[in-house]
T-cell receptor, first 108, second 115 residues
Framework: GENVEQHPSTLSVQEGDSAVIKCTYS??????FPWYKQELGKGPQLIID?????GEKKDQRIAVTLNKTAKHFSLHITETQPEDSAVYFC???????FGKGTRLHILP | EAQVTQNPRYLITVTGKKLTVTCSQN?????MSWYRQDPGLGLRQIYY???????DKGDVPEGYKVSRKEKRNFPLILESPSPNQTSLYFC??????????????FGPGTRLLVL
């Protein structure tokens, strides 16, 4: 069946450095790939998404890239800050299948 | 304020005692769903609903029931809870467009402990 694999499961980066989280998917018909951020004690919240008709999308310090041929997409966070510490989930629509999450730690 | 609300936020119960977790959204979304979140397993979909009176099983539906009598409400029912249903539960809603790909809005979560 369809699935989404997310790596790494845990990531620690020094404040100010960049973080990259990668996901691969299996359904070649998928055309929507969102990223959600979950802070402690809260539900996931959308931070950025990309559709299959573009290869990259940026929103300030956050960017997502999509490679449809290889069936993978990545979240890039530049100039990381303490408030970026959270669990991040990638997902694949239309069945809304989530990756298992990446716990990102920003080290002072 | 556009939001998804869940109640209760925390619940401790005993095996076999029926319980209901309520979910309500004020965004007039057609699509609603329930997820459970467990360490190392991420978010797994329990049930979803594409509109009133239309519900379908997700990946882990065993031991759960849902109903969708009104557009805004989507309660999760555990008829006979067991310890393996101890988890963090999230309700979510979104619009339903023909091309797919709509943002999911999540509730704040319900932490359930079944003794």
């Amino acid at each position: 069946g369809e699935n989404v694999e997310q790596h790494p499961s845990t990531l620690s980066v020094q404040e100010g450095d960049s973080a990259v989280i990668k996901c691969t998917y299996s359904d070649s018909a998928s055309n929507y790939f969102p990223w959600y951020k979950q802070e402690l004690g809260k539900g996931p919240q959308l931070i950025i998404d990309i559709r299959s008709n573009v290869g990259e999308k940026k929103d300030q310090r956050i960017a997502v890239t999509l490679n449809k041929t290889a069936k993978h997409f990545s979240l890039h966070i530049t100039e990381t800050q303490p408030e970026d510490s959270a669990v991040y989930f990638c997902a694949e629509d239309d069945k809304i299948i989530f990756g298992k999450g990446t716990r990102l730690h920003i080290l002072p | 304020e556009a939001q998804v609300t869940q109640n209760p936020r925390y619940l401790i119960t005993v095996t076999g005692k029926k319980l209901t977790v309520t979910c309500s959204q004020n965004m007039n979304h057609e699509y609603m769903s329930w997820y459970r979140q467990d360490p190392g397993l991420g978010l797994r979909q329990i049930y979803y609903s594409m509109n009133v009176e239309v519900t379908d099983k997700g990946d882990v539906p065993e031991g759960y029931k849902v109903s969708r009598k009104e557009k805004r409400n989507f309660p999760l029912i555990l008829e006979s809870p067991s310890p393996n249903q101890t988890s963090l539960y999230f309700c979510a809603s979104s619009r339903l467009e023909a091309g797919g790909g709509e943002t999911q809005y999540f509730g704040p979560g319900t932490r359930l402990l079944v003794l």
